[in-house]
């Protein structure tokens, strides 16, 4: 497809003929809307008016794309199995819907040579309106002191119960003024459910309460829990028992 024949609509129709079968939701934005709110050394080397759209993955990715994707594929010599499903979903989507298109593909757990992550996926999944991102400065009088408190994402369907997989650049679609930013659905508004959210993510995060904040359509099934739950290190062995009974993968 000839890259003057791109613009919002087509992008992110022709992506979720592909990906919401899997699991995934797309979200379009600017790049200047990321960079606006970050400083130089975390900006994206691209104009402003370049678009991008940000991919998450749903409670039923795990069911729709994984767990196929693992009896094709099995686990042997894969470093995570979950990146690659990612990436394997994420890459044939581009090729199939884009075959001449240049796009440019970052996901959450690639690194850049300084250490610092390729992109910020919370704070793209803000700028794009699919999740608002709360931070320690959302809350007012804060109870922390100078206490690190990291933030966390919520989305307005599924609470706590998604991740942020990737960002896709297409470096050569410019779009104007005719795409307004959104505002992220403010899912915890009051400052006590704030402290509640932030808490329970930077203390508590195994027990899973803060992905409850608000009450989700859908949450991750027993045997994603089951994965998530397990150590990465241990990950393996369980897919292993997986693999075993055929059946129940």
């Known amino acids: 497809m000839a890259a003057t024949t791109l ?8 992506l979720e003929s592909w990906l919401p079968k899997l699991g995934f939701e797309v979200y379009p934005l600017k790049v200047g809307w990321y960079n606006s709110v970050l400083p130089p050394s975390l900006r994206l080397a691209f104009p402003d008016d370049t678009l991008a759209v940000v991919v998450l993955s749903t409670p039923a990715m795990f069911e729709q794309a994984f767990l196929p994707f693992l009896k094709e594929s099995g686990c042997h010599g894969i470093s995570d199995p979950i990146d690659q499903c990612v990436k394997h979903c994420v890459t044939s989507a581009v090729s199939q819907c884009f075959p001449r298109q240049k796009v440019d593909v970052m996901y ?3 690194m850049l040579p300084s ?65 307004v930013q959104p505002v992220p ?65």
């Open 7 to 14: 613009d919002v609509q087509s992008v992110t129709g022709l």
């Open 108 to 110: 959450d757990y690639e």
């Open 115 to 179: 250490r610092k992550p390729k992109f910020l996926a919370q704070t793209a999944a803000h700028v794009s309106g699919a999740a608002f991102y709360y931070q320690k400065s959302d809350v007012t009088d804060q109870p922390w002191a100078e206490k690190k408190m990291f933030g966390v994402c919520v989305h307005p369907r599924f609470g706590g119960w998604f991740a942020i997989r990737a960002l896709l650049v297409f470096g050569d679609v410019m779009v104007g003024s005719e795409m």
């Open 185 to 249: 659905p403010d899912c915890v508004p009051t400052r006590e459910g704030r402290i509640q959210l932030l808490e329970a993510f930077n203390f508590h995060w195994q027990d899973w309460s803060y992905r409850d904040i608000v009450r989700p359509v859908q949450i991750y099934s027993q045997r994603q829990k089951d994965y998530f739950s397990t150590l990465p290190a241990q990950r393996f062995a369980l897919l292993k028992t997986w693999e075993k009974n055929t059946e129940s993968v």
